[in-house]
């Protein structure tokens, strides 16, 4: 039951009283952002803050009930916001809350809900089965996707219901393939900001803007600038489809509270002619902003995120171009706690899934020899994450294992001859070897037994190159990374008929099982989404302050310790995303218990079962009753 005098927010009254809020009277509500009792205002804005707590005794309350701390304080509580106590028809109205034709009886008398619904009260079980069964009509994704996005701002915990228990019917929705398309249309289906939009008008002001935000006790961050959506390129202001879409599966997939998740797009214009000249864009339309210009609005949006969240709160960059990435994560990894899911996710996953394969083709990880096309973000990561497990397992020097490994971009094999002209996240992998120009022979020359496509760019593994996979390798991996399906470097089913049935396939976006001379082959999905919410989930219930190599070690050992026999019989080297929320729990375990060995912890003490725990912390999107 939550209630306007819930026990937990009880402390936050208080705070409110101190500073002069009054909220409630007479009337009962459900304390929310948007209410059409407000408080009497601490000042003139009537803007309103996210002011309820979970209490630990309702269902499903989420990492806030273990951790929420109200950190509200009176300097805070001046702000802009007012808060209110959501009832009768703006209770309907807020997606935090509302419950439509699911409030019961007692709660629309409670709430002043009479006659502003039918008369039917119904369950969220079959809230769940209807839209379900409208979404299935749809045939066009992107109608999908738009219909999610609805449910999200009509009804969060419904959203999130049906995600939970859909996720592999979803995911696609929501996530790659069809967030690619929804981010190269958004100016024309943007209906409601999802997040912040912070640009180059608001430099200097970037703290302010963050206070705008209605909840205080945010936790994860997604941020992008937009310059290299998926494989699709620089979307500008139009990325915030990705910070939303990963958000989305935090809370589904890693049971983060959806008030915990914050999607930021940082604005700094783009060199996309198209959107420039497009008059639905909805960013800056200028060119983007480089060097210094563009430094200080990052940093200055850094130091505001880490003043207003404090040092715990999870910043992941996410789709930032190679030039940036690399740098960013540099410069901000000393001081705060950020990841990037294109570099460190995506190598964590991969490298789960290459313990799978090794079950299947046998060897150490250093026994083989990998290729890549694409050296940057995802390319270089893997590689070096695959050179770091090495040397974890072998005690061997990191430089001797990055030799096992070879990388190919758009001028061919790296090698040592091309050193002086190489981008600093390459030349470790500029090896001693006649230059090459092309894939094909690279492979032919190289001779992997693991190939791996990070190029963004479509249709490159032909038929030659998988054939010549095909033609020294038993079963010849070949991983198609790239998003969304348009970019994958070959499809499952070419993967499956030019290896004749042999290859060990998988995928960033997903593929529909393949028949092959009377066999049913299913790839798997090697997406950072098995990682990311896991690993978050492991950092907030842990209180890490850093995001440390290790940490992501931890998190591909446990994911790859999801994958059963059972699955590795059928070819699958990851496991079915509908046992995601345990897979996310078994990782944020893994990952906090580094985090506690690493002494970078600072909840304390440690809880003694972490799967349990972080289990326990987990949101469930279920219904509360509203007294
Ligand atoms: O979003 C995804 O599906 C995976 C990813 O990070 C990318 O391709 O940039
Ligand atoms: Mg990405």
Request: aromatic fraction near 8%.
């Amino acid at each position: 039951m939550i209630s306007l005098f819930s026990s937990s927010s009880s402390k936050f009254l208080r705070r409110a009283a101190a500073a002069g809020v009054q909220c409630g009277g007479r009337r009962r509500g459900v304390l929310a952002r948007g209410g059409r009792e407000k408080g009497k205002a601490v000042m003139d804005n009537t803007r309103e803050v996210e002011a309820y707590m979970d209490p630990k005794a309702t269902v499903g309350g989420g990492v806030e009930d273990a951790y929420g701390e109200d950190r509200a304080t009176e300097e805070q509580l001046v702000t802009p916001w007012t808060f209110s106590v959501a009832s009768g028809y703006n209770l309907l109205r807020d997606p935090h809350h509302n419950k439509g034709l699911a409030f019961t009886e007692k709660e629309r008398d409670a709430h002043y809900l009479r006659g502003l619904l039918p008369p039917i009260v119904v369950s969220q079980e079959l809230q769940e089965r209807k839209l379900m069964s409208s979404l299935r009509q749809y045939k066009v994704p992107l109608q999908r996707y738009v219909a999610m996005v609805d449910l999200q701002e009509r009804n969060e915990r419904l959203f999130f219901k049906l995600l939970i228990d859909n996720v592999e019917e979803l995911l696609p929705v929501v996530y790659t393939p069809t967030v690619g398309e929804a981010c190269q249309k958004y100016g024309s289906i943007f209906r409601r900001p999802q997040g912040l939009y912070i640009s180059l008008k608001e430099k200097g002001k970037i703290l302010e803007v963050l206070k705008n935000w209605p909840v205080w006790s945010v936790q994860v961050i997604v941020v992008t600038d937009g310059e290299r959506i998926l494989g699709l390129g620089d979307l500008g202001c139009q990325g915030m489809g990705i910070p939303v879409g990963k958000l989305a599966l935090y809370t589904a997939l890693g049971g983060l509270r959806p008030s915990a998740c914050l999607p930021i797009t940082i604005d700094v214009g783009t060199n996309n002619e198209q959107l420039l000249n497009d008059e639905f864009y909805i960013g800056l339309r200028q060119r983007r902003a480089r060097g210094q210009e563009y430094d200080d609005l990052l940093h200055e949006f850094m130091c505001a995120v880490k003043q207003q969240y404090g040092e715990k709160v999870l910043v992941q960059f996410e789709d930032f171009a190679n030039h940036n990435a690399f740098d960013l994560l540099t410069r901000y990894s000393k001081t705060h706690l950020v990841f990037n899911d294109d570099i460190q996710g995506t190598a964590s996953v991969v490298l789960a899934g290459l313990v799978a394969v090794l079950k299947l083709v046998g060897g150490t990880l250093a026994d083989h020899r990998y290729l890549f096309l694409g050296a940057g973000e995802a390319g270089t990561g893997i590689a070096e994450l695959i050179a770091l497990e090495m040397s974890r397992q072998t005690g061997t020097p990191i430089e001797q294992n990055r030799e096992k490994i070879w990388l190919v971009d758009s001028k061919g094999l790296i090698v040592s001859s091309r050193l002086e002209s190489l981008q600093h996240f390459k030349k470790p992998w500029a090896h001693d070897h006649e230059p090459v120009n092309n894939l094909l022979d690279a492979v032919q020359v190289i001779k992997p037994s693991v190939l791996i496509g990070t190029s963004g760019a479509g249709k490159t593994f032909t038929q030659d190159v998988v054939e010549t996979m095909a033609s020294f390798n038993e079963k010849p991996v070949i991983l198609a990374l790239s998003n969304p399906t348009s970019q994958s470097e070959c499809t499952a089913e070419e993967a499956y008929t030019w290896t004749k049935g042999r290859a060990i396939f998988a995928s960033g976006s997903p593929f529909d099982p393949v028949e092959y001379e009377g066999k049913t082959f299913v790839p798997g999905q090697a997406n950072n989404a098995y990682i990311f919410p896991g690993l978050g989930l492991g950092l907030v219930i842990s209180g890490a302050i850093r995001v440390h190599d290790e940490m992501l070690l931890a998190a591909s050992e446990a994911l790859a310790q999801q994958v059963t026999q059972e699955n590795l019989d059928k070819g699958l080297i990851y496991p079915p995303f509908k046992s995601i929320r345990k897979i996310s729990a078994h990782i944020a375990a893994n990952v906090a218990a580094k985090v506690y060995e690493l002494g970078l912890a600072t909840r304390l003490p440690r809880p003694e079962n972490l799967v349990k725990y972080a289990e326990s912390c987990m949101y469930t999107p279920a219904y509360r009753c509203y007294r």
